[in-house]
């Protein structure tokens, strides 16, 4: 059976992990090497590496970084931040990296995602998808939740699957950084309505959280950034608790 | 020392960053007389299948591969071109193994590509020596290789039984990256390496 998969998210800066990680045996907390070779020995089943200052210039060191990773992982990483062409993706692919997820770039010129899936195939796509409620209406927005689009989330998420997006990283802007849990129910509305596997991401604050979202909805995978950096979960613990409930994870 | 089959059908960067890690030395196959050089081979792959099979033609690989009596080994897309034919693309294919490489059937209500990690049941070949029963591997693939008994060496289940690891004769195939399946990949590797001629 396809185990539900547990997705730490890492923030990098210049080739260097940002946002304080907690770890006690880390030497270096900004090696993105040494981090990441970390949660693949806790038993993370994927790793994303989000570029948060990506520029055309600083893309040397992504790569960098990204080949650094490959040579020492021997788990999935995704990498995404920037890229907003296929020669950006074809220098990723080919230093490692399994995945590249695209997020304003896509919004703005949608045949991106077509364009990168005929060249690498739909696997290779990761859509990211930051959402808030206005009004009532689920909304894309882009620029970390400060730029509202004029596309509704679930339309969106239908247009990028038949474009060819091979994945959806579903985050709620709403529930981002609460640690109230995930949003539940457009993660199921989303989960269900196409055929593509969905990331949970946003809100995750205890390990119930975990269980509520693999339990109530057909996501396939929980994406979490700073429970897993500051140690407040623990992956291997975070697993048994899932296996309590049935939920199928990676031993 | 092994040979990778360079055909340009996909990045081969975390095939051999694992090798390097597991200290296991390679090396690249670009011609037939290449394939002498090396005590096993590797047939990577990513993509489509057809694409795949259109790139080994043009390399002139296919016959020498076909006769080769040291230990292959196809990884993804690679373990698919040793099959007959592949409904990716309508293609025929090396026809080494010969059972069909199909689509999977979004009806049974799963989801395509098979991505993620998902246990595999192994008959105690040399392949899976040290890997317990029902360990999870890295899977990415729409099309599977269909189940037959003759070869099966490892079986997964994705909607129906499908064939995660064949074997015919010296020719080995895995459906799944044992380049990005952890540790379990890594044991897989280097049985593959110590496989007698």
Redesign the interface.
Same mark, same amino acid.
């Given at each position: 059976?396809?185990?539900k998969?547990i997705i730490p998210c890492l923030d990098v800066k210049d080739g260097r992990t940002v946002k304080g990680v907690n770890f006690v045996d880390l030497k270096d907390a900004g090696d993105p090497v040494e981090l990441a070779w970390q949660y693949?020995q806790q038993g993370a089943?994927e790793l994303v590496f989000l570029d948060i200052t990506a520029t055309h210039e600083r893309r040397g060191t992504t790569i960098e970084m990204v080949?650094a990773v490959?040579?020492?992982l021997?788990?999935?990483f995704t990498i995404g931040g920037g890229i907003t062409s296929v020669a950006d993706a074809e220098a990723l692919?080919?230093?490692?990296a %399994?995945k590249i997820s695209i997020n304003s770039a896509a919004v703005r010129n949608p045949q991106l995602i077509e364009d990168l899936a005929k060249a690498?195939?739909?696997?290779f796509v990761v859509l990211a998808v930051d959402t808030k409620l206005v009004n009532g209406r689920n909304m894309v927005h882009l620029n970390g939740g400060r730029l509202i689009t004029e596309l509704e989330t679930e339309d969106w998420i239908l247009k990028a699957e038949s474009l060819g997006a091979?994945?959806i990283l579903l985050t709620s802007m709403d529930h981002d950084g609460t640690k109230n849990g995930f949003d539940c129910s457009l993660l199921d509305k989303v989960a269900r309505s196409i055929?593509?596997?969905v990331i949970a991401s946003g809100g995750a604050g205890t390990m119930a959280h975990f269980t509520d979202v693999f339990l109530q909805t057909g996501v %396939?995978?929980a994406l979490a950034a700073s429970v897993f950096h500051f140690g407040e979960i623990p992956i291997p613990d975070l697993k048994e608790e899932l296996k309590k409930h049935n939920i199928p994870v990676?031993? | 020392m092994i040979g990778i089959v360079n055909y340009g059908a996909g990045n081969i960067f975390s095939l051999t960053a694992a090798l390097e890690r597991l200290d296991i030395p390679f090396g690249m196959v670009n011609t037939a007389a290449e394939l002498d050089l090396y005590t096993h081979i590797i047939i990577p792959g990513v993509g489509h299948a057809g694409t795949a099979m259109n790139k080994l033609l043009h390399t002139g690989l296919v016959a020498p591969i076909k006769a080769l009596t040291k230990p292959v080994l196809g990884i993804c897309v690679g373990m698919q071109l040793l099959t007959q034919h592949s409904e990716e693309g309508d293609a025929d294919l090396m026809n080494i193994v010969p059972i069909k490489t199909r689509l999977f059937n979004k009806d049974q209500g799963i989801k395509i590509p098979h991505m993620g990690w998902n246990n595999i049941e192994h008959q105690n070949n040399s392949l899976f020596e040290g890997v317990e029963n029902g360990t999870q591997f890295y899977f990415v693939h729409s099309y599977f290789i269909e189940y037959n008994a003759t070869f099966d060496i490892a079986t997964a289940n994705y909607g129906m039984p499908f064939s995660a690891a064949v074997k015919k004769d010296n020719f080995y195939g895995v459906q799944f990256h044992p380049e990005k399946s952890g540790i379990a990949g890594e044991r897989l590797l280097k049985n593959f390496s110590n496989l007698k001629q």
């Open positions: 059976m396809l185990s998969r693949a089943d080949k490959a040579r020492q021997n788990i999935p692919l080919n230093s490692g %399994d690498f195939g739909v696997q091979g994945e055929n593509i596997p %396939d995978a990676r031993s | -």
